[in-house]
């Protein structure tokens, strides 16, 4: 590794102390790019890692609302605006209480090299705050979404920072965000992307980011000449990501065996492919018990493993969609004595370092979640693109560009890693290829 790499790298460990996951995906993003960077020495003189790594403005915010018992509560909201050298900020929300300064950072630095494998006009940026909204009343959330975005609105806008959804931030959330924010500056625009049908939403978002990991797994198979087509496909979580993953997989012929949620997974043998069996995924995640054992209950068939997680299901493929790092080293070891082919991320960041080297030395093929999962963003974008041109696009307009945007993102990695690196790399490739675009970018814009 270059000695800038490995500087840059430590840089971020000191300047972000105890931010574990930021500080993961910054040395997995950077220490692929030493043949780049090696390329390109004019990269160094212009500081470029360096200004990558540090977001072009941070903001931090206190949340004040009152709970349904008329208490006084106080959250954290937060806002990384990462980079705009390719278009304005854009990425989601997130809502959950382990949300801190490192999560939002990791989400976003991820998000740079994920809207730039689009081919699209957008830069990265993640928010969100550690309010749980798991548990609370329509109207607690409300309150909470309200004054969330009355702080956040001054920040954002449809050429500044587009924000969408992320865990715990459905339609729901920004319906009321976006209620508040079109009530605060007296104008209907798209600055928020996840919107409801009737008022600006894009037809297919909600199953893009499903439909998109599976078209980019599909390409990976065919790619080292396999067809996802009768391929048993094990997958975490229940839900967007998988009910869109669910749908596509079984319009291709695969059989998806397992959810999965904090309780533990289900195994459900005769395949997850009825309409009834995956709109339960949507059931289980809008019942606010954050659950997946009523599916067993559901559907005797399928079995419930408590406190495991679906990896150890046997199976052709695996997706994990639930969170980040959910795929350890001792999975990734298990799937290496197994015989695994094929991993794909779903969830952002959902391999520990570890893990993907362990996966890869032991001959799988990883799909990585910057790829893979950029599928929602590309639909936002796409929603963005209808907004600004006050027009509605058909669901087949927008499943139709989805689908040529990810096979272009699986090319663009290949080709990216067999330039660098000589070979087949999702990893690298995506890293790389992501990050060219950036790059050319801020070299041409100047020191700003």
């Given at each position: 590794?270059s000695?800038?790499?490995?500087r840059?790298?430590?840089l971020c460990?000191?300047?972000n102390?105890?931010?574990?996951?930021f500080?993961?995906?910054?040395?997995?993003?950077?220490?692929?790019l030493?043949?780049?960077?090696?390329?390109?020495?004019?990269?160094?003189?212009?500081?470029?890692?360096?200004?990558l790594?540090?977001?072009?403005?941070?903001i931090?915010?206190?949340?004040v609302?009152?709970d349904?018992?008329?208490k006084v509560?106080?959250?954290?909201?937060?806002r990384y605006?990462?980079?705009?050298?390719?278009?304005?900020?854009?990425?989601?929300?997130?809502f959950?209480?382990?949300?801190?300064?490192?999560?939002?950072?990791?989400?976003?630095?991820?998000?740079?090299?994920?809207?730039?494998?689009?081919?699209?006009?957008?830069?990265?940026?993640k928010g969100?705050?550690?309010?749980?909204?798991?548990?609370k009343?329509?109207?607690?959330?409300?309150?909470?979404?309200?004054?969330?975005?009355?702080?956040?609105?001054?920040?954002?806008?449809?050429?500044?920072?587009?924000?969408?959804?992320?865990?715990?931030?459905?339609?729901?959330?920004?319906?009321?965000?976006?209620?508040?924010?079109?009530?605060?500056v007296?104008?209907?625009?798209g600055?928020?992307t996840?919107?409801?049908?009737?008022?600006g939403?894009?037809?297919?978002?909600?199953e893009?980011?499903g439909y998109?990991i599976?078209?980019?797994?599909?390409?990976?198979?065919?790619?080292n000449?396999e067809?996802?087509?009768g391929?048993?496909?094990?997958?975490?979580g229940?839900?967007?990501v998988?009910?869109?993953?669910?749908?596509?997989?079984?319009?291709?012929?695969?059989?998806?065996?397992?959810?999965?949620?904090?309780?533990?997974?289900?195994?459900?043998?005769?395949g997850i492919?009825?309409?009834?069996?995956?709109a339960?995924?949507?059931?289980?995640?809008?019942?606010?018990?954050?659950?997946?054992?009523?599916?067993?209950?559901?559907?005797?068939?399928?079995?419930?493993?408590?406190?495991?997680?679906?990896w150890?299901?046997?199976?052709?493929l695996y997706?994990p969609?639930?969170t980040?790092?959910?795929?350890?080293?001792?999975d990734?070891?298990?799937?290496?004595?197994?015989?695994?082919?094929?991993v794909?991320?779903?969830?952002?960041?959902?391999?520990t370092?570890?893990?993907?080297?362990?996966?890869?030395?032991?001959?799988?093929?990883?799909?990585?979640?910057?790829?893979?999962?950029?599928g929602?963003?590309?639909?936002?974008c796409?929603?963005?693109g209808?907004n600004a041109?006050k027009?509605?696009f058909s669901?087949?307009e927008?499943?139709?560009?989805?689908?040529?945007?990810m096979?272009?993102?699986?090319?663009?990695?290949?080709?990216?890693?067999?330039?660098?690196?000589?070979?087949?790399?999702?990893v690298?490739?995506?890293?790389?290829?992501?990050?060219?675009?950036?790059?050319?970018?801020?070299?041409?814009?100047?020191?700003?």
């Amino acid at each position: 590794m270059s000695n800038y790499v490995e500087r840059c790298i430590e840089l971020c460990k000191q300047n972000n102390p105890g931010e574990v996951e930021f500080h993961q995906t910054v040395e997995e993003v950077l220490s692929s790019l030493k043949p780049v960077i090696e390329k390109h020495p004019e990269y160094e003189e212009a500081a470029l890692l360096e200004r990558l790594t540090e977001p072009e403005r941070g903001i931090t915010f206190r949340v004040v609302w009152v709970d349904d018992n008329g208490k006084v509560q106080v959250n954290k909201g937060y806002r990384y605006q990462f980079n705009s050298a390719i278009g304005p900020y854009k990425g989601g929300l997130r809502f959950a209480p382990n949300v801190y300064p490192g999560i939002i950072k990791f989400l976003g630095f991820e998000q740079i090299f994920k809207n730039s494998l689009t081919g699209l006009p957008i830069g990265g940026g993640k928010g969100g705050s550690d309010f749980d909204p798991n548990g609370k009343s329509d109207a607690e959330v409300m309150r909470f979404c309200q004054a969330f975005m009355t702080e956040l609105y001054r920040h954002i806008g449809p050429e500044t920072d587009v924000p969408a959804g992320d865990l715990g931030v459905g339609g729901r959330e920004i319906g009321y965000m976006y209620g508040q924010y079109k009530k605060i500056v007296n104008r209907f625009e798209g600055t928020l992307t996840g919107k409801g049908l009737a008022w600006g939403g894009a037809l297919g978002r909600a199953e893009a980011t499903g439909y998109g990991i599976i078209w980019y797994a599909q390409e990976m198979l065919k790619a080292n000449g396999e067809d996802i087509k009768g391929k048993t496909v094990a997958i975490s979580g229940f839900g967007n990501v998988s009910w869109g993953a669910a749908l596509k997989l079984r319009d291709l012929g695969a059989k998806l065996v397992t959810i999965s949620g904090p309780d533990g997974y289900i195994l459900d043998e005769d395949g997850i492919n009825t309409d009834e069996k995956i709109a339960t995924l949507l059931e289980l995640r809008g019942s606010g018990q954050n659950v997946c054992e009523p599916y067993a209950k559901k559907f005797p068939n399928a079995k419930f493993f408590a406190g495991k997680k679906p990896w150890e299901a046997a199976a052709d493929l695996y997706i994990p969609c639930a969170t980040q790092n959910e795929i350890q080293a001792e999975d990734a070891k298990s799937f290496v004595d197994r015989g695994v082919k094929f991993v794909c991320e779903g969830s952002n960041m959902s391999s520990t370092n570890e893990a993907i080297k362990i996966m890869q030395d032991g001959g799988i093929i990883v799909g990585p979640s910057k790829a893979a999962n950029a599928g929602g963003v590309a639909c936002s974008c796409i929603e963005m693109g209808q907004n600004a041109g006050k027009t509605v696009f058909s669901a087949e307009e927008v499943l139709e560009q989805l689908h040529g945007i990810m096979v272009g993102i699986h090319k663009a990695c290949a080709d990216a890693s067999k330039e660098y690196y000589g070979k087949y790399d999702l990893v690298a490739g995506a890293n790389i290829a992501g990050f060219l675009k950036v790059a050319n970018a801020m070299m041409e814009q100047g020191l700003v």
